[in-house]
């Protein structure tokens, strides 16, 4: 079975950080988190389905199912804590 990124967070998983100017500290997130939060500042609206095909390119349509439900999951769980921290313009919109 092959995992994908957006399955699980790992420990292991690099750790990068987004600039919050509502707290002047940087936020720290794994990978799944900043390709989100780039997608989310650089498109009208959300496509986890989009990026989920561009992400699993070569996989078979189950894992592209999965990535794109962990990144619906994601967009969920985190897009209105960074509107509230700064990090993601209030012009955002998480909305699928």
């Given at each position: 079975?092959?995992?994908?990124?957006?399955?699980?967070?790992?420990?292991?998983?690099?750790?990068?950080?987004?600039?919050?100017?509502?707290?002047?500290?940087?936020?720290?997130?794994?990978m799944?988190?900043?390709?989100?939060?780039?997608?989310?500042?650089?498109?009208q609206?959300?496509?986890?389905?989009?990026w989920?095909?561009?992400?699993?390119?070569g996989?078979?349509?189950?894992?592209?199912?999965?990535?794109d439900?962990?990144?619906?999951?994601?967009?969920?769980?985190?897009?209105?804590?960074?509107?509230?921290?700064v990090?993601l313009?209030?012009?955002?919109s998480?909305?699928?």
């Amino acid at each position: 079975m092959i995992r994908l990124p957006f399955e699980e967070e790992e420990t292991a998983m690099p750790v990068m950080a987004l600039a919050a100017s509502g707290t002047g500290m940087p936020l720290p997130c794994p990978m799944p988190d900043l390709f989100a939060a780039a997608r989310l500042e650089e498109e009208q609206a959300a496509d986890p389905a989009s990026w989920a095909a561009m992400l699993g390119e070569g996989r078979s349509e189950a894992e592209q199912q999965r990535l794109d439900a962990s990144i619906v999951r994601l967009i969920a769980e985190r897009a209105p804590i960074r509107q509230r921290l700064v990090v993601l313009s209030s012009s955002v919109s998480p909305a699928f």
